[in-house]
T-cell receptor
Framework: DAKTTQPPSMDCAEGRAANLPCNHSTISGNEYVYWYRQIHSQGPQYIIH???NNETNEMASLIITEDRKSSTLILPHATLRNTAVYYCIVRETSGSRLTFGEGTQLTVNP | DVKVTQSSRYLVKRTGEKVFLECVQD?????MFWYRQDPGLGLRLIYFSYDVKMKEKGDIPEGYSVSREKKERFSLILESASTNQTSMYLC??????????FGSGTQLSVL
């Protein structure tokens, strides 16, 4: 499995962009990068995923470096409701198994 | 929207009891998963299943078993509950290798 490394915590001002980094230096060529978030006392929720190209949806943008060794999740205009733990995960190629690390606790401040 | 339903939000059991945690999904997903979540340890995979009657051990299967008799239902069984199994248990499902959908979780306390 490719392991991921994330900072344990980050702060962001409401209305500003939140940029959450993730390192996955041992990722292999056909492994996807997935991002999930978990609001306190709820199950994790899928945000976005990508292979090598940048991706955008209604929730966030995902920027993957050209060498694929790192990525950044961008929440363009953070709100208080974006306060959550964000998990960066690399999916095994042998199946659907996803291994979660401890993620980044993002706190959006008013 | 996909719905993953866990039978109980909170559960209190005694040491040595046999405990069943039930999970049902309504989207005909092949894959189902059981995780536990503890402070400082993140989510850890207990068991997963790719199909009916099929199961694979995750990272921490000791003390647990699972059952998948029907595609939509995946049960986690604690044969003899112990206090170190007090935790938040999360069930998830997915279509093949795609994104996971999680239930709301069951907070289990073993006294």
């Amino acid at each position: 499995d490719a392991k991921t490394t994330q900072p344990p915590s980050m702060d962001c001002a409401e209305g500003r962009a939140a940029n959450l980094p993730c390192n996955h230096s041992t990722i292999s060529g056909n492994e996807y990068v997935y991002w999930y978030r978990q609001i306190h006392s709820q199950g994790p929720q899928y945000i976005i995923h990508g292979l090598k190209n940048n991706e955008t949806n209604e929730m966030a943008s995902l920027i993957i470096t050209e060498d694929r060794k790192s990525s950044t999740l961008i929440l363009p205009h953070a709100t208080l409701r974006n306060t959550a733990v964000y998990y960066c995960i690399v999916r095994e190629t042998s199946g659907s198994r996803l291994t979660f690390g401890e993620g980044t606790q993002l706190t959006v401040n008013p | 929207d996909v719905k993953v339903t866990q039978s109980s939000r909170y559960l209190v059991k005694r040491t040595g009891e046999k405990v069943f945690l039930e999970c049902v999904q309504d989207m005909d997903h092949e894959n189902m998963f059981w995780y536990r979540q503890d402070p400082g340890l993140g989510l850890r995979l207990i068991y997963f299943s790719y199909d009916v009657k099929m199961k694979e051990k995750g990272d921490i299967p000791e003390g647990y078993s699972v059952s998948r008799e029907k595609k939509e239902r995946f049960s986690l069984i604690l044969e003899s509950a112990s206090t170190n199994q007090t935790s938040m248990y999360l069930c998830a499902s997915s279509f093949r290798g795609e994104k996971l959908f999680f239930g709301s979780g069951t907070q289990l306390s073993v006294l």
